[in-house]
């Protein structure tokens, strides 16, 4: 699977209130650079999934012990924050670094770090419960630590993950009015996203549908709320039936 889709960066012109039709400009490509996580221990150890990007934006599945609950969350970079985590990323010799240190300790928690290079070949995973090298704890520490830092922003939470009735399959978009819904189609076209149908008469809203074997669920979602002209982009769910 390709962790890769295009953002088209969008200008559009406004005079006063109103809202003319949008421009395309250029492409910027957005793949994965690093994977983080932590696993679980006997005790509250934080657990967590830390997706990073070459774009200095980041997707993070909390799932226990951590600062924000339970829930899935993505933030924008500092621009000093990235650019620590890229020079350590490429200062540190990999070829050096063993793939696993562990113990045979049942409690410790399990640390896994992959690492994403232009060229592929050069990509590492290493995982560890014990006494990396010192470089590889740093890097550790660096990407922990953005786990406490606030103005996360959550896009799904604890109950809606447990929700059975979330499709998704199936989102929820709703984008500017001068903007037209073939544009997000072209842009995510590598990912299979379509209109299904017009949700509302009145808005530019939309439910859409994508190929879930090209993308991650929560990848596609953080995606195109990033997108400008989005307003919002969240997964279907189907109707409740009262009683």
Request: glycine content about 2%.
């Amino acid at each position: 699977m390709k962790w890769i889709f295009i953002l088209l960066t969008i200008s559009f012109f406004t005079q006063c209130k109103s809202t003319k039709p949008m421009i395309v400009e250029k492409e910027e490509v957005i793949k994965k650079t690093i994977s983080f996580s932590k696993s679980s221990c006997f005790g509250n150890c934080a657990t967590y999934k830390m997706e990073i990007y070459n774009k200095g934006f980041v997707i993070l599945d909390a799932l226990a012990h951590n600062p924000m609950q339970r829930g899935i969350y993505y933030k924008e970079l500092a621009p000093s924050d990235f650019e620590k985590i890229s020079q350590l990323q490429n200062t540190i010799d990999w070829t050096k670094i063993d793939r696993k240190y562990m113990m045979n300790i049942p409690d410790l928690p399990t640390t896994e770090l992959k690492l994403y290079f232009k060229d592929s070949t050069k990509n590492k995973i290493v995982s560890s419960n014990l006494n990396p090298p010192n470089e590889v704890e740093s890097m550790y520490t660096l990407l922990h630590n953005l786990t406490k830092q606030d103005k996360w922003i959550e896009v799904q939470k604890k109950d809606d993950i447990i929700n059975p009735n979330i499709m998704y399959d199936r989102l929820q978009v709703n984008i500017d009015t001068g903007m037209s819904i073939q544009t997000i189609e072209t842009a995510f076209k590598e990912y299979g996203l379509i209109q299904e149908k017009k949700i509302s008469q009145y808005m530019n809203f939309w439910e859409m549908s994508y190929d879930t074997s090209k993308i991650n669920k929560y990848e596609m979602v953080v995606f195109l709320q990033r997108f400008p002209g989005v307003h919002s982009a969240r997964f279907n769910r189907k109707l409740e039936v009262r009683e």
